[in-house]
Nanobody, 114 residues
Framework: QVQLVESGGGLVQPGGSLRLSCAAF????????MGWYRQAPGKQRELVAH???????NYADSVKGRFTISRDNAKNTVYLQMNSLKPEDTAVYYC????????WGQGTQVTVSS
């Protein structure tokens, strides 16, 4: 059974940084595009960042210049480096693998507050 396990969430002050990690198990990680999504209370889940198997990336306009997605195929892990965090970045962040079927992680809470 494929598993995606996120870690690295927490409470951080505005302007701070966090790095999220998503470890993939029982999948040929290197061939899949991966994404980070987030869902804030009362809002729809939205794409934050995406990385292809060739490490081509794209970002939501709201996080461009602040967040960086990367992957380490040797560790079957995708990362999301989040800098200059804002209160509006507060959400549950989910890891997602493209493909059929696709898979979701369980989510990790990120709270940006003073």
């Amino acid at each position: 059974q494929v598993q995606l396990v996120e870690s690295g969430g927490g409470l951080v002050q505005p302007g701070g940084s966090l790095r999220l990690s998503c470890a993939a198990f029982k999948m040929i990680f290197r061939i899949y595009s991966m994404g980070w999504y987030r869902q804030a209370p009362g809002k729809q889940r939205e794409l934050v960042a995406h990385i292809t198997s060739f490490s081509s990336t794209n970002y939501a306009d709201s996080v461009k210049g602040r967040f960086t997605i990367s992957r380490d195929n040797a560790k079957n892990t995708v990362y999301l480096q989040m800098n200059s965090l804002k209160p509006e970045d507060t959400a549950v962040y989910y890891c997602h693998s493209d493909g059929a079927p696709d898979y979701w992680g369980q989510g990790t809470q990120v709270t940006v507050s003073s």
